[in-house]
Nanobody, 121 residues
Framework: QVQLVESGGGLVQAGGSLRLSCAAS????????MGWFRQAPGKEREFVSA??????????YYADSAKGRFTISRDGAKDTVYLQMNSLKPEDTAVYYC????????????WGQGTQVTVSS
């Protein structure tokens, strides 16, 4: 049993920054990967970034749209994953979700409720 709660979204101007947080609770030792996804109005959900949670590794992965601007990190002591977003663009506007691969690799089967990020021109 794992639960995820996102926070940190808000309204920023283009070029600004936001830091999203995803706090995990429950059986967090069963998590393999933690990831960030986003969904803009009228668009499909898309992958943003992921980080290895277990196995003694913190390997990170980024979508092309996030490389060079976003940074994913984790704080194991707090069971929290962060997404630092810099140089934000209006096209980054979306609901951002964190998700976890729990008990196995390959499928994100636990999701948070989402946090809104709005970037104004």
């Amino acid at each position: 049993q794992v639960q995820l709660v996102e926070s940190g979204g808000g309204l920023v101007q283009a070029g600004g920054s936001l830091r999203l947080s995803c706090a995990a609770s429950g059986r967090t030792f069963t998590i393999y990967y933690m990831g960030w996804f986003r969904q803009a109005p009228g668009k499909e959900r898309e992958f943003v970034s992921a980080i290895r949670w277990s196995g003694g590794s913190s390997s990170t992965y980024y979508a092309d749209s996030a490389k060079g601007r976003f940074t994913i990190s984790r704080d194991g002591a707090k069971d929290t994953v962060y997404l630092q977003m810099n140089s934000l663009k209006p096209e980054d506007t979306a609901v951002y979700y964190c998700a976890a691969q729990v008990g196995h690799l390959g499928k994100y089967d636990v999701w948070g409720q989402g946090t809104q990020v709005t970037v104004s021109s």
